[in-house]
């Protein structure tokens, strides 16, 4: 089983800044990608940001040039920076990792974690 715990959410105003961090634990034998979600009241669940194992990222269209997303793998940690904070930021955060348990799923995703969700919120 793998555990993720959230860290770093809080209030802030306009343009400030926050960053998140999500730490995995457990049994890992290897991650295959990690990533930052965020969902608003009365909205679904959206991809923020993804770093896969290679370090390739991906982000989403209106964080662009404004969130960064960065490991530590020998922390087995997940962090988003986020900069110029605007109040349509304001969401609960949830990390994901995706990985293998154990030897034999080279290749492939056996887990699939989240953590438990830290609230973000930007004021104007």
């Known amino acids: 089983q793998v555990q993720l715990v959230e860290s770093g959410g809080g209030l802030v105003q306009a343009g400030g800044s926050l960053r998140l961090s999500c730490a995995a634990s457990?049994?890992?034998?290897?991650?295959?990608?990690m990533g930052w979600y965020r969902q608003a009241p009365g909205k679904q669940r959206e991809l923020v940001a993804l770093?896969?194992?290679?370090?390739?990222?991906n982000y989403a269209d209106s964080v662009k040039g404004r969130f960064t997303i960065s490991r530590d793998n020998a922390k087995n940690t997940v962090y988003l920076q986020m900069n110029s904070l605007k109040p349509e930021d304001t969401a609960v955060y949830y990390c994901n990792v995706e990985g293998c348990s154990g030897y034999g799923c080279y290749g492939e995703t056996d887990f699939s974690s989240w953590g438990q969700g830290t609230q973000v919120t930007v004021s104007s």
């Open positions: 457990g049994s890992i034998f290897s991650i295959n990608a």
């Open positions: 770093i896969s194992s290679g370090g390739s990222t």
